[in-house]
């Protein structure tokens, strides 16, 4: 139903478990008509189930107003911001769950758990999604969309101002270092041996820290 991932650890859902499902979509779509009003106001219950969403909502949510993040935001390994999301309810992007926190607003990856977001726009939830970001440009306009949709924009500039004054620090540094000696060289491995090259945030951030993606090469 939700096509997304399984409870448990892994462990296939029991017929009572899949059956108990089946009977909290039905009562919500019955119940689910009024969900998809227009909003004249900030949303005060913000769902999000994607990792980049998650860390751009903590950045600019205003106190309260996130109530879940995605299961990937409390992993040290990966998520920045650890410490602010697990101080919130972890959630798996199962639709039965996300509806049941009652949200008026989803944050969602463009291609995130396509099946889920499908079943929450069916029951009238309002749902954003994002794209992914391949420059630090990028960063810049995914700021601003979320400030927009949390009505935060003012915490957005304030974040963007920042942000442009950091990369300007150290496009100064890098230009004097630049002068001296070429930068060293670097490569990126990810799981399964995958790297990335210029065209992606990962080698953006190599490229704006001076260092010569070896993928390119």
Known sequence: MSGATQGGGGRPMSVFARASEVLVLSLALTLGGGAGAAQTSPPARVVSMNLCTDQLALMLAAPGQLVSVSYLAHDGAVAPLRAAARALPANRGLAEEIYLLQPDLVLAGRFSTVA???????LGLPVIRFEPENSLDDIEDALTRMGAALGREARARALIADFRADRARLEEHLRQARAEADGPRAVL???????GGSQTLAGDILRAAGLRNLADE
């Open 116 to 122: 889920t977001v499908a079943m929450l726009e069916r």
């Open 189 to 195: 491995y990810s799981a399964r041996g995958w790297t």
